[in-house]
């Protein structure tokens, strides 16, 4: 699968901004997907994950409640909704894939992803 980031930007704290990530490949479905994020000095971490049927989600604690994860199969599309944010939240955001998963798998480790998208930086100011 093939993925492609958009949406990043610069906004103030307590903003919204919403990224999206587009897909090529029939094997969208099928694949458990995610986004991550990594900030200056540190580690990449995973921010949200959602299972093939976008039925299951899950969130780092930190952006509980402020961050929502969403996909739509029909358009090979994953979303990823901020709100409230903070500038703790400041880091390039990448999506991502891993195909031929069963319905239930939400992926939460980096080395579990196969499937990589470019990246988008996110810049939150105080």
């Known amino acids: 699968v093939q993925l492609q980031a958009s949406g990043g930007g610069s906004v103030q704290a307590g903003g919204s901004l919403r990224l999206s990530c587009t897909a090529s490949?029939?094997?969208?479905?099928?694949?458990?997907m995610g986004w991550f994020r990594q900030a200056p000095g540190k580690e990449r971490e995973i921010v949200a994950a959602?299972?093939?049927?976008?039925?299951?989600?899950y969130y780092v604690g930190s952006v509980k409640g402020r961050f929502t994860i969403s996909r739509d199969n029909a358009k090979n599309t994953m979303d990823l909704q901020m709100n409230s944010l903070k500038p703790e939240d400041t880091a390039v955001y990448y999506c991502?894939?891993?195909?031929?998963?069963?319905?239930?798998?939400?992926?939460?480790?980096?080395?579990?992803?196969?499937?990589w998208g470019q990246g988008t930086q996110v810049t939150v100011s105080s």
């Open positions: 991502v894939a891993r195909r031929g998963q069963i319905l239930s798998t939400l992926l939460t480790d980096k080395h579990q992803y196969d499937d």
């Open positions: 490949g029939r094997t969208f479905r099928s694949a458990a």
């Open positions: 959602i299972n093939r049927g976008g039925g299951m989600t």
